[in-house]
């Protein structure tokens, strides 16, 4: 199963992956953790995408594009993936169409998760996330049983850099000059399904299965 999670930064994308990964077993693929995984290995895009991330901006196109077409082929893809993050520019639409081309992959499901302002801003400021297996928590919607500490691995858990109050302004700026374009996109190409994120994890999640299920049965 292949499936697209659109949104602004903060709408939910990466909790709903993850529960979308737990329940059809398919990989959770988040270019923003693959940036952050090589931000702190100090790799060479890792060295070429911090400054973007810190200051809210996008990565180039063109690595973006080198990042998911790598992913994308590694044996855990075989059966589908959640895509999160990617695309965010029409460029990177267009070049997410050739690469399901090139592999004869057709997307079953497009999701835009539609926040509103305060939840985006609520959800971001609170956010928690564990350094070490990638669980996102939040500090009153989603707390971990110990303050601080994840409840999967026990690792600590950290509040994001670019989730400060000017980075989000700028990534809210940069999303709605860049990404928000691709609902018009995919609505055009009749696969878009709009979801109402202002609502409990568990609710969307539920939304997602019924849709999900659809999907499956006309398959
Ligand atoms: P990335 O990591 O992808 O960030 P983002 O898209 O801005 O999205 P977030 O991770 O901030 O939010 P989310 O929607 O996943 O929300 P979450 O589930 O965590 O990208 C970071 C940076 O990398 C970019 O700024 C850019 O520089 C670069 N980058 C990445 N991809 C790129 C690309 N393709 N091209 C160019 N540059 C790229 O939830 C947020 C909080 O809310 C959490 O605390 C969570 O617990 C809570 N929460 C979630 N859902 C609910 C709910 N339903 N109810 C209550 N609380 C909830």
């Known amino acids: 199963m292949y499936i697209i999670l659109l ?3 903060g709408a939910g994308k990466g ?17 923003g953790d693959i940036l952050r995984d090589n931000v702190n290995r100090k790799t060479c895009v890792g060295n070429q995408a911090m400054e973007y991330m810190n200051n809210g901006k996008l990565v180039p196109d063109d690595i ?13 893809c075989k059966a589908g993936f959640v895509l999160d993050g990617f695309p965010r520019t029409i460029k990177q639409a267009e070049a997410l169409g050739l690469i399901f081309d090139e592999l004869d992959i057709k997307i079953d499901a497009i999701f835009n998760l539609e926040a509103s302002p305060k939840t985006i801003i609520e959800r971001l400021s609170g956010r928690r996330t564990c350094g ?17 500490k994840c409840d999967k691995c026990g690792d600590r858990l950290y509040q994001r850099d670019d989730d400060k109050k000017d980075v989000v302004k700028e990534r809210l700026i940069v999303y709605k000059a860049q990404t928000k374009k691709l609902i018009s996109y995919y609505e055009k190409q009749g696969s878009l399904c709009e979801i109402n994120a202002n609502r409990k994890a568990d609710e969307m999640f539920m939304e997602v299965c019924k ?7 006309s398959g």
């Open 7 to 9: 949104g602004a930064p």
């Open 15 to 31: 909790t709903l992956a993850k529960m979308i990964e737990g329940k059809f077993d398919i990989p959770h693929l988040s270019t």
């Open 64 to 76: 973006m594009i080198q990042i998911v077409k790598g992913r994308v082929l590694e044996e855990d």
């Open 132 to 148: 070490n297996c990638g669980a996102i928590y939040h500090i009153n919607n989603i707390p971990s049983k110990v303050e601080g």
């Open 211 to 217: 849709s999900l299920g659809r999907v499956i049965k």
